[in-house]
Structure formats: C-alpha cells, structure tokens
C-alpha cells in the first residue's frame, strides 16, 4: 500500500520535470511574449567569418509572412500568387514538408505575397491571409475546421497593402483585428469559430497593425492602433483599448499622429507601453512614444511618459534589454538606435549598411538584426556603451530586397526569410 502511494507522487513529478524542460514554442508574431524576446537557451556567443550553420532551405513564393514554431515543427502561410494561400507545416530539424493545405485567394495587391504569422497551439493553427481569409487549421486533421472573410463580414475593402493580422489567443478565444466598418476588433470562440464580441470601428484608416494582448490594472485588454488619412480628414489617429473579455472600451491615446502604421504597441511592464512608428504628424518622420497605464476605481489614466522625434521604427517594434531599448531607426540614415527608458538616443550605429527595415529580436541577451534589404544577418551585443557586433552571416543572394518578415527562434534554430526562400540556422553551432 505504501508503494501505491508514492507512485502517483513520482509521476506527478515527473510530469512536472518534462514540463519545465519543454522548450519554450515561438508560437505566434513575435514570439511567446509577442514582444520579440525570448529566454532560457543558450546560444553561440560570436561566429567566425562563416557564420553559424544552416540547416535547410525551403522555396517559398513572394512575401512577408514570418514563421511560427510549435514543439519540432514550423508553420508559415504561404501564398501562390495571384491564385491561393498555403499552410505548410515543416519539420523543425530537417525541413522536410509534413503536409500542406492550399485554398483559393484570388486576386493580388501591392507587395504581393503572405504577410502575417499564424497562432499555433498543441492541437490548432489560426491564420489571416492577405485577402483577409481568416482560418483553423487541425493538426490532426490537417485541414480546416472553420474560417471566415474579414473582409466580408466587416465590411471592409481591399486596401492597397492587403489585410495584415497575427491572431490573438486569450484562453478561449482567438482575437483579431478586421478593421471595417461594422468591427475594429473581434474575438471568436478559438475552436468553433463563433463570434463572442466586437467592438466599434476603429477611428482611421484600417491599418497593418496586429493587436497586442497587455494586462494594466489588472485587466486583460487589447490594445490596437489605428492611422489617420492624408487624403480624408473624417478618419483620424488613435491608440485604443478594449476589455479582453468583453470587448468593452477601455482607454485611448491620440497621441501618435501616424497616417501609415504597422509596428504594434509593445508591453514593457504593467504599466508601460511603447509605441514606435516612422510615419509622424503627415511626413515619414520617426517618432517613439513611452505611456503609462494606471487605474484608479473603475477607470483608465494614460499619461505621455516620453516623445521623441529622434528614433522610430516603421516594421517592427523594439526590443528591451536591462535598462535600454534597441531599435532599428527607418530615419535617414536607417540605423541601429539604443535609447534609455527615458527616450534619450544613447547611439546610433553610423556606418554603412544600415538595417533598413529589417527584425530584431533578443534571444538569451543577444540581439538577432536581419538587414532588411540584402537578409544579412547580425549578432550584437545589447550594450549602452554602443554597437558591439559578435558575429555576420549572409543566407540570401537573391537580387530582391525586402527581406522584411518577423523572425522566428527555438530550439536554438532561427528562422529567416527573404523574398525567394525560407532558412534555418543552427545558432548552436558554427559552419565547418
């Protein structure tokens, strides 16, 4: 009788232990914290002139949608152009096709191609492909077990850029971002796919922005973005957001005064949020913005901790680290900036190339920086005393820029990508 007893103990903790040494998934747009930062394992702590070791490689058609990462497989929505969208499913450590489901998406916009991150959790995938078909996907099954048209049901039209959303999950509910007429923000039931809430449109033109998911004064809410318009003074600028649960409005800022946005709002901690774009007050000017949120009773306080017109980033959003911000600046010149908490620009990295619009992410306190032109990749020591750079690998030949596309990392693998194929690099290892 004694030994029945402490059997279910030994495996209560064993459960315990493989669940604490699980790596952690990069499941979703900017990783598990959606800000870009990921922790817990170790990677090379410079390159020789080689680089780290690829992998693989995998042709993919034009785009700027990043990859996902769940367990040892990696999901990017791909997209035929013209024609239809692709969910292909890789393995991890080979990258060797598992499978791949392909619908219709006719027709085609501006910078063609994918341009979001799915959502992957143990058993689904939740994606939004440039048309605004809104999917989920069953491992299992590999095939769809509901999707929607935002474009359709919010009544929104096609805009020059197409429809750009890295869903949401919250418990039961997947959030995204239709932006039209009839909706700014909905969240459905993640696995039927019933509508749950939505909110008021959103004040501006629709945006390339994905919500972020913050918690301040304790609540859960959803935090989106939306321009104004050059050319149309009824639709104006706003920072706004809602009750996770009910879709409620909460708070907004007025702020940021862009009329071209993408990079999200940024959690930096309980109470302060970070905005950063390069489309400021009706000319591209960088601008970066620090809030913080309070609650007192049943309300919502936004107070402006720091503008600066000195740093912005117009793709992709900064990362932290101890006690600075690092971002890269799409000003002119387009470099690498470090700034203190207060928005003061400790430096900039002066020399050529810059890193155009290319991600960063931080990964055990080393920055990842792709340049977002030719795809090189750079290892840099986040530090205030200025740009220390450990290490330079190039992956891409093509003769295309843009090499814009979130970056993905586990397992010590990242994902990179540019306008022709999809790479994985041993950041673990260096090449022989």
Known sequence: MRYLKIIPQLILILVL??????????????????????????????WSDKGPKVLWSLPLGEGFGGAAIYGDEVFILDRKKGESDI????????GEEIWNY???AKGEISFPGSRTVPTVDKNYIWSVGPLGDFYCFDKETRKPIWNHNLLEDFDRELTTWGVSQSPLILNDLVIVAPDGQKAGVA???????????????????????SPTLASFGGLDQVIMISPFDRQDSTLTHEVVAFDAQSGKELWQYLGLKSFLTVTPAVVIDNKRLMLTDCSYDKGYDPVSIMLE?????????????FLTEEAGSKMHPAVQYENHLYLNHSGNPNQMMCLTMDGEVVWEKGSAPGFEMGAMILVNGLIINQNGKNGDIHLIEPSPEGYKELG????????????WAPLAFSQG?????????????DLQNLAE
């Open 187 to 209: 969240a459905y039931e993640k696995i039927t796919g019933k509508l749950v809430w939505k909110t008021r449109p959103l004040s501006g033109y629709p945006s390339h922005v």
């Open 87 to 94: 969910m292909r499913c890789l393995d991890l450590n080979t």
């Open 293 to 305: 949120i309070t609650k007192t009773g049943e309300d919502f306080q936004v107070k402006e901790l």
């Open 413 to 425: 693998k990242l994902i990179v990508r540019d306008q022709e194929k999809m790479v994985c690099v």
């Open 392 to 403: 330079k690998a190039s992956f891409f030949s093509s003769s295309k820029s843009q090499a």
């Open 102 to 104: 392909s619908y219709e």
């Open 17 to 46: 232990l493989q669940a604490c040494t699980q790596p952690t998934p990069w499941n979703q747009y900017l990783g598990p914290d959606r800000n870009a930062t990921i922790s817990g394992t170790e990677i090379l702590g410079s």
